[in-house]
């Protein structure tokens, strides 16, 4: 009997709360550049308000497998994130921190609501910045509606460090 009710009063929480189920996905293209030495980029990925403020890293991209972390030394160069969230991130963050991508379309998805579920409804920018060593650095937004009500797919594109950006989001 107290095994039942025990369960019964954790679902009730759960009754009272309206639950947002949509997703995600963003598709982020690192050009081939033709330069003599190339490095491939470091990338960030969050989500701000319209006013600029800070509301969640998506995903970060860099050097993970260099030896004692050393690759989270250049995270600074990702400028804009870095002095958004960056400096008081302790990195690798399971489920953000990733390897860098060698050029060509990279698709994440965030269907797993970790983020998603936090966010109040409202307007929001997803970010996306790429910095490379000995290349330059690049910053590329895009607004959307959270909740979407929806299927939507929005798109940005970089001039140089940042190819095609798309967002899609799935109510």
């Known amino acids: 009997m107290k095994l039942r009710y025990s369960i019964a009063a ?21 050009p081939q550049l033709n330069v003599a030495e190339y490095h491939r980029p470091y990338v960030a990925m ?9 509301v969640a890293n998506m995903a970060v991209l860099y050097d993970v497998h260099k030896r004692n972390n050393g690759g989270a030394k250049y995270l600074k160069d990702i ?8 400096r008081a991130l302790q990195v690798p963050v399971d489920g953000v921190t990733g390897a860098t991508r060698a050029p ?5 998805h965030f269907s797993d609501k970790a983020v998603l579920d936090k966010l109040a409804a409202g307007e929001y920018r997803l970010m996306v910045e790429a910095a490379r060593e000995a290349g330059g650095r690049e910053v590329v937004s895009i607004p959307f509606q959270w ?25």
């Open 79 to 86: 400028r804009h994130w870095w002095r958004e969230s960056g």
């Open 104 to 108: 060509g379309e990279h698709t994440f």
């Open 147 to 171: 909740p979407p009500r929806s299927p939507a797919t929005l798109s940005a594109k970089g001039r140089e460090e940042i190819g095609p950006v798309a967002l899609q989001l799935q109510p």
């Open 10 to 30: 954790l679902g009730m929480p759960l009754l009272g709360s309206p639950a947002i189920a949509a997703d995600l996905a963003v598709k982020v293209g690192i």
């Open 46 to 54: 969050w989500l701000e308000r319209p006013d600029g403020g800070f």
